[in-house]
């Protein structure tokens, strides 16, 4: 498989999992636009990993968005590919749990794929279509006890993007023409579910 000349947006591609992702959508050819909140983790990345460019972006506030996207299809081409990959959560018990702390999960969690889904999909549309990858967890099939509401996230549906392919990969290993990258959790073990294909999800 060959990416070559595709536009690839990785989110939270500074470090961990999404600069992983970033190295394997690079060694297949595409052209990368590596988004951060964290300018020295992302500036870094794109140092690292040949044709790609960083920017610096809060993906939980839509003028950010929307100026980083037109900026992406500006400086390297129509957008074919999108992974949204951030994600965070804290370890504490529902009556734990305040309303700032939903709000900054929920903002980052299930708001943020939704705006970069919304501003890449008109790119994508432009050309007749392109890819979205939202990762999740494994804590949509399972369960937390101490993260009721970071597994109720995890759980939710995708809706179906015509003419987009979107798929969600709910699983904190993950496997598609990338080999196989874990997502570690100091809560738990990282579990993993072997039924996702590397060759029918491929890009």
Same mark, same amino acid.
């Given at each position: 498989?060959?990416?070559?000349? @595709?536009?690839?947006?990785?989110?939270?591609?500074? $470090?961990?999992?999404?600069?992983?992702?970033?190295?394997?959508?690079?060694?297949?050819?595409?052209?990368?636009?590596?988004?951060?909140?964290?300018?020295?983790?992302?500036?870094?990345?794109?140092?690292?990993?040949?044709? +790609? !460019?960083?920017?610096?972006?809060?993906?939980?506030?839509?003028?950010?968005?929307?100026?980083?996207?037109? !900026?992406?299809? $500006?400086? %390297?081409?129509?957008?074919?590919?999108?992974?949204?990959?951030?994600?965070?959560?804290?370890?504490?018990?529902?009556?734990?749990?305040?309303?700032?702390?939903?709000?900054?999960?929920?903002?980052?969690?299930?708001?943020?794929?939704?705006?970069?889904? =919304?501003?890449?999909? =008109?790119?994508?549309?432009? $050309?007749?279509?392109? @890819?979205?990858?939202?990762?999740?967890?494994?804590?949509? #099939?399972?369960? $937390?006890?101490?993260?009721?509401?970071?597994?109720?996230?995890?759980?939710?549906?995708?809706?179906?993007?015509?003419?987009?392919?979107?798929?969600?990969?709910?699983?904190? +290993?993950?496997?598609?023409?990338?080999?196989?990258?874990?997502?570690?959790? +100091?809560? #738990?073990?990282?579990?993993?579910?072997?039924?996702?294909? +590397?060759?029918?999800?491929? %890009?």
């Amino acid at each position: 498989m060959t990416l070559e000349n @595709h536009v690839a947006i990785v989110t939270g591609a500074g $470090q961990g999992i999404g600069r992983a992702i970033a190295r394997g959508l690079a060694a297949q050819g595409a052209r990368l636009a590596l988004f951060d909140i964290n300018e020295k983790t992302v500036m870094e990345a794109a140092t690292e990993i040949g044709g +790609s !460019r960083a920017y610096v972006v809060d993906c939980t506030q839509t003028p950010a968005v929307d100026a980083a996207i037109d !900026r992406v299809v $500006q400086e %390297l081409g129509g957008i074919k590919i999108l992974i949204n990959n951030i994600g965070w959560a804290e370890a504490r018990f529902f009556e734990e749990e305040t309303d700032a702390y939903w709000d900054k999960l929920i903002a980052i969690n299930l708001k943020a794929p939704l705006l970069m889904a =919304r501003a890449a999909l =008109r790119s994508m549309k432009a $050309q007749g279509g392109g @890819h979205i990858v939202n990762l999740a967890s494994d804590a949509g #099939r399972v369960g $937390q006890l101490q993260g009721v509401v970071y597994s109720a996230w995890a759980s939710l549906p995708l809706p179906k993007l015509w003419p987009v392919r979107c798929r969600a990969i709910r699983s904190t +290993s993950i496997a598609f023409a990338l080999g196989r990258l874990t997502r570690s959790s +100091s809560r #738990r073990e990282s579990m993993t579910r072997s039924s996702w294909p +590397s060759t029918e999800s491929s %890009l």
